[in-house]
């Protein structure tokens, strides 16, 4: 059973090199912030517009980075649509 924390289950889709124990204790949150290579949970992705082609960084690399790493860059080189001043 889940907890609020996503607790108590595995929330991998597809392959995991993370023991089954230590998925069902680890909080959702840590599951999806590994890469799909060690944890994959299918929630890898871009947050540039265009499913990441309005991006000068490799797809993979757009996938693997956080959120707030790609939020960060100027839009010019990774278009997210935030307004950076």
């Known amino acids: 059973m889940q907890n609020n924390q ?4 595995s929330h991998a889709t597809g392959d995991s090199k993370v023991p089954d124990k230590v998925q069902q204790k680890a909080p959702q949150g840590l599951e999806e912030s590994l890469p799909d290579s060690v944890h994959d949970t299918g ?3 871009t947050h540039a517009k265009n499913g990441g082609a309005d991006s000068k960084v490799p ?3 757009q996938k693997a980075v956080p ?6 860059l100027p ?3 990774h278009n ?6």
């Open 43 to 45: 929630n890898s992705k």
């Open 59 to 61: 797809l993979g690399i």
């Open 6 to 9: 996503g607790q108590g289950i």
């Open 80 to 85: 997210t649509g935030d307004s950076k001043k």
């Open 75 to 77: 839009d010019s080189i």
């Open 67 to 72: 959120e707030k790493l790609e939020r960060a």
